[in-house]
């Protein structure tokens, strides 16, 4: 099993960054996918964005331009640098393993606590 630990959120100010990691331990996380998710109060989980194996990604459109995701296999670790936040990116972010389906992907792992951002003047 791959066991995940999310970290670096925190409160900023609209138009600010944040860069969100997560650490990874368990078996082969250099061939797996991995997805950033989020969940905000009173929604629904959504997905953010992918990493393949080979480091291609892809992007909900709410944050295409302004989310980067990317991983470092060396480290067992994936991150999400978000630039240009605004008040609605606010939730509590979740990394997991994924695969594609074919209207999006699918988490694969259990959820850990994720990490909360807080986006507010």
């Known amino acids: 099993q791959v066991q995940l630990v999310e970290s670096g959120g925190g409160l900023v100010q609209p138009g600010g960054s944040l860069r969100l990691s997560c650490a990874a331990s368990?078996?082969?996380?250099?061939?797996?996918?991995m997805g950033w998710y989020r969940q905000a109060p009173g929604k629904q989980r959504e997905w953010v964005a992918t990493i393949t194996s080979g480091g291609s990604t892809d992007y909900a459109d709410s944050v295409k331009g302004r989310f980067t995701i990317s991983r470092d296999n060396a480290k067992n670790t994936v991150y999400l640098r978000m630039n240009s936040l605004k008040p609605e990116d606010t939730a509590v972010y979740y990394c997991?393993?994924?695969?594609?389906?074919?209207?999006?992907?699918?988490?694969?792992?259990?959820w850990g606590q994720g990490t909360q951002v807080t986006v507010s003047s």
């Open positions: 997991n393993t994924v695969m594609g389906i074919r209207n999006g992907y699918y988490a694969t792992g259990a």
């Open positions: 368990g078996s082969i996380f250099s061939i797996r996918a």
